[in-house]
């Protein structure tokens, strides 16, 4: 199997906010937050190829749309169980060669943030 790092062309979508219900504590899981994701598209077709064509890349308008859904569609207790849900959905539902999610809660005192990153094929 090809690596991500073969693979030079990507797409980003960087700070991607994610209306959540999520967290171990009940209480915390009944009230919405935000997360932000930060999501790297690898598509089977190198960016020269694609002759200019919007048919031959990923729509990242569709993606963001049917990624804050996904987070929104049911409440979660882990930030890795969403991460794994969206990679599944990128890769099925987009035809991407590969996608890594990266998404951030803010949820401890004195730290920006807890991050949690995952690439699949």
């Known amino acids: ?10 797409i980003h979508l960087q700070g991607l906010d994610l209306p959540v219900q999520i967290g171990v504590p009940e209480e915390e899981r009944a009230a919405w937050q935000t997360l932000q994701a930060d999501v790297t598209l690898w598509l089977p077709n190198r960016f020269e190829t694609m002759a200019d064509d919007l048919t ?10 049917r990624l804050r859904a996904l987070a929104a569609e049911r ?5 890795e169980t969403l991460a794994a ?22 949820i401890l005192p004195g730290c920006d943030h807890v991050a949690v990153s ?3 094929p």
């Open 1 to 10: 199997m090809t690596s991500p790092a073969s693979f030079a062309d990507e």
């Open 85 to 106: 849900e969206m990679a599944q959905c990128l890769i099925t539902e987009f035809q991407l060669h590969t996608a890594k999610v990266t998404l951030r809660k803010r």
């Open 75 to 79: 409440p979660r207790r882990l930030i």
């Open 118 to 120: 995952l690439t699949r």
């Open 56 to 65: 031959q890349t990923v729509d990242y308008a569709a993606v963001a749309i």
